[in-house]
């Protein structure tokens, strides 16, 4: 059964991206990323703003909002 991406992880995916990278360039670590690419772990506000900043927008603050 496939695991489903929340849009922070489709987004990794798109762009090929490793969960390391993105943990170095965001300085959390690759753990924290990997729970947030598979919804186990949602991230605070200033995470969130700060992974929106640094898709361009393509991950969007609110998307972490259910």
């Known amino acids: 059964m496939a695991k489903k991406l929340t849009a922070f992880g489709k987004y990794l ?3 090929k991206i490793s ?3 993105a943990a170095s360039e965001l300085g959390v670590t690759r ?3 990997s729970a947030l690419i598979s919804g186990a ?3 605070g506000l200033k995470l969130a703003i700060e992974i ?3 898709s ?7 998307s972490w909002v259910k």
């Open 13 to 15: 995916k798109k762009k």
């Open 19 to 21: 969960a390391a990278e």
């Open 31 to 33: 753990s924290y990323i």
């Open 41 to 43: 772990m949602t991230p």
């Open 52 to 54: 929106q900043n640094w």
């Open 56 to 62: 361009k927008t393509a991950v969007a603050a609110d």
